[in-house]
Nanobody
């Protein structure tokens, strides 16, 4: 089964940038065939976990939360071994634990429905100060 390990979290000033990485291992044939959706989610203290951005590894379609559109970019390297989240123009409200997640996603399309993702990493902390 897939194993996900996040890295890149840090403390930054508002307006700054960070790039998160998610290393993927434990591949299955389904994963190599591009039948997975990969996403970034975040959870602030006292808040529910929310979707930030997701990508379909097969057709390349992406989806972003309204709060991050135009500021964050999700991508994957050519080997599909690593998922990235480029975060620019960061705001204090971006402060949260960020998680990488995956789910089987045959047939195209992508979503940010937290409950549909069944593989999760341990998270990496991002703190944005004003």
């Amino acid at each position: 089964q897939l194993q996900l390990v996040e890295s890149g979290g840090d403390s930054v000033q508002a307006g700054g940038s960070l790039r998160l990485s998610c290393a993927v291992s434990g591949y299955t044939k389904s994963y190599r065939r591009g039948w997975y959706c990969m996403g970034w989610f975040r959870q602030a203290p006292g808040e529910e976990r929310e979707g930030v951005a997701a990508l379909n590894t097969g057709d390349g379609s992406t989806v972003y939360a309204d709060s991050v559109k135009g500021r964050f970019t999700i991508s994957q390297d050519s080997t599909k071994d690593t998922l990235f989240l480029e975060m620019n123009s960061q705001k204090p409200e971006d402060t949260a634990m960020y998680y990488c997640a995956a789910r089987l996603c045959i047939g195209g399309g992508v979503d940010l429905n937290t409950g549909r993702y069944n593989y999760w990493g341990q998270g990496t902390q991002v703190t944005v100060s004003s």
